[in-house]
């Protein structure tokens, strides 16, 4: 009996075995389907489906870079013992590599299926649970940074010159990996105060409003109050506005100014992404 591709795929997507291994099954059946199932699940082919409904909650983060395009991954699996296997490892980073290789942005058939085949080798759940692209001009540079031997958080920055010839130089470059660094320790939210969704500022303001009058503090002086805590928010929330990672005293954007002064040229935080294993999206 031919076997056709579509028989193969639908075995596939049942059992989450390898497409070879189900084409294997399929035509040792002789093309009965039930038989088939029954074969991958004697040879343990059937990973991924006995596995679908256990959760990934743990996981590793993948960043690559090239030229004027990056890439954040997160892939996800149920051990921390399987985000530290090889494999799982090498799969997360080809598969950040295949996303700009064919320009993707989002996750599509081949991805899943890389997925799924890498399950059945590895014998646990596994998801791609999400990417983001990052583009850059000629006047930016990336610099990325995964956190400790575990992966768990990581992140990519672009840092911008106004004169490209000043991200040859070694103290740019060397901001430009300390604001990964610190992107990855603190989790901004926002670059700076001009990126805050107006609906979360109005928000904001009218929590901190509601605040300050429950203090019972007379009306003349509540708008004071209130931008006081909005100016302490935003240094919390927004990347430019944080304690850099290397010296907490001095802000993000006050460290870039410094660097420009001796750069002479306008060096400033353009853009970034941070993920964290498991963390709400």
Same mark, same amino acid.
């Given at each position: 009996?031919?076997?056709?591709?579509?028989?193969?795929?639908? &075995?596939?997507?049942?059992?989450?075995?390898?497409?070879?291994? +189900?084409?294997?099954?399929?035509?040792?059946?002789?093309?009965?389907?039930?038989?088939?199932?029954?074969?991958?699940?004697?040879?343990?082919?059937?990973? @991924?489906?006995?596995?679908?409904?256990?959760?990934?909650?743990?996981?590793?983060?993948?960043?690559?870079?090239?030229?004027?395009?990056?890439?954040?991954?997160?892939? @996800? +699996?149920?051990?921390?013992?399987?985000?530290?296997?090889?494999?799982?490892?090498?799969?997360?980073?080809?598969?950040?590599?295949?996303?700009?290789?064919?320009?993707?942005?989002?996750?599509?058939?081949?991805?899943?299926?890389?997925?799924? #085949?890498?399950?059945?080798?590895?014998?646990?759940?596994?998801?791609?649970?999400?990417?983001?692209?990052?583009?850059?001009?000629?006047?930016?540079?990336?610099?990325?940074?995964?956190?400790? #031997?575990?992966?768990?958080?990581?992140?990519?920055?672009?840092?911008?010159?106004?004169?490209?010839?000043? &991200?040859?130089?070694?103290?740019?470059?060397? !901001?430009? !990996?300390?604001?990964?660094?610190?992107?990855?320790?603190?989790?901004?939210?926002?670059?700076?105060?001009?990126?805050? #969704?107006?609906?979360?500022?109005?928000?904001?303001?009218?929590?901190?409003?509601?605040?300050?009058?429950?203090?019972?503090?007379?009306?003349?002086?509540?708008?004071?109050?209130?931008?006081?805590?909005?100016?302490?928010?935003?240094?919390?929330? +927004?990347?430019?506005?944080?304690? !850099?990672?290397?010296?907490?005293?001095?802000?993000?954007?006050?460290?870039?100014?410094?660097?420009?002064?001796?750069?002479?040229?306008?060096?400033?935080?353009?853009? !970034?992404?941070?993920?964290?294993?498991?963390?709400?999206?």
């Amino acid at each position: 009996m031919a076997i056709t591709a579509a028989d193969v795929k639908k &075995l596939r997507d049942k059992t989450g075995a390898g497409m070879m291994d +189900c084409k294997n099954a399929l035509t040792e059946a002789n093309g009965d389907f039930a038989k088939a199932e029954r074969i991958l699940k004697e040879l343990g082919k059937a990973a @991924a489906a006995k596995r679908s409904g256990r959760a990934t909650n743990e996981g590793r983060i993948f960043a690559q870079t090239r030229d004027n395009e990056g890439v954040l991954l997160e892939l @996800a +699996c149920e051990t921390d013992f399987v985000s530290r296997n090889e494999t799982f490892v090498e799969l997360g980073n080809s598969l950040a590599r295949d996303v700009l290789d064919r320009n993707l942005s989002a996750v599509d058939e081949q991805l899943e299926t890389r997925v799924k #085949d890498t399950i059945s080798t590895i014998k646990e759940n596994m998801s791609l649970r999400r990417f983001e692209r990052i583009s850059k001009q000629d006047n930016e540079i990336f610099a990325s940074y995964i956190h400790g #031997d575990s992966g768990r958080l990581g992140g990519i920055v672009k840092i911008q010159a106004e004169d490209p010839a000043a &991200l040859e130089r070694q103290d740019v470059k060397d !901001f430009a !990996f300390d604001c990964a660094l610190h992107v990855v320790a603190f989790r901004p939210l926002t670059l700076s105060e001009s990126t805050v #969704d107006p609906a979360y500022m109005q928000e904001q303001k009218e929590i901190f409003m509601q605040q300050a009058k429950n203090l019972g503090k007379p009306e003349k002086v509540l708008e004071g109050i209130v931008q006081g805590k909005l100016r302490k928010h935003m240094a919390e929330i +927004c990347f430019v506005d944080q304690g !850099f990672v290397k010296d907490e005293k001095k802000s993000v954007g006050a460290v870039a100014k410094e660097l420009s002064r001796e750069a002479g040229t306008t060096i400033t935080v353009s853009g !970034f992404l941070v993920y964290a294993v498991g963390e709400e999206v």
